[in-house]
């Protein structure tokens, strides 16, 4: 069982930013894919952001290109998404998955994350 925490959501007007972490337990985080989608009211959970392992490579959304940025601290067993000129249909709970199996392709399909956090609420306004 990997437990997933994310943290850093809240109120922000738009054209600001806000940094999301997600902290994982369990000695063999290096070794996942990581992953962020996001939940709009009354919308599908859709692909956000993911990140392979060590590091080696990140794919966007197009949604969010040129804006958000994934990234990972193994030492810290966290992973981010910084977020920069937000939008209010950027509004969502934005939730952190962990990968177990590796793939070889990004993972941007729910079916390819083992592991989920609670979730962030991220608010914009305009």
């Known amino acids: 069982q990997v437990q997933l925490v994310e943290s850093g959501g809240g109120l922000v007007r738009a054209g600001g930013s806000l940094r999301l972490s997600c902290a994982a337990s369990g000695r063999t985080f290096s070794l996942y894919d990581m992953g962020w989608f996001r939940q709009a009211p009354g919308k599908e959970r859709e692909f956000v952001a993911t990140i392979r392992r060590a590091s080696d490579g990140t794919y966007h959304a197009d949604s969010v290109k040129g804006r958000f940025t994934i990234s990972r601290d193994d030492a810290k067993n966290t992973v981010y998404l910084q977020m920069n000129s937000l939008k209010p249909e950027d509004t969502a709970v934005y939730y952190c998955?962990?990968?177990?199996?590796?793939?070889?392709?990004?993972?941007?399909?729910?079916?390819?994350?083992?592991?989920w956090g609670q979730g962030t609420q991220v608010t914009v306004s305009s």
């Open positions: 998955a962990a990968a177990v199996v590796r793939l070889g392709y990004f993972a941007t399909r729910r079916g390819d994350y083992n592991y």
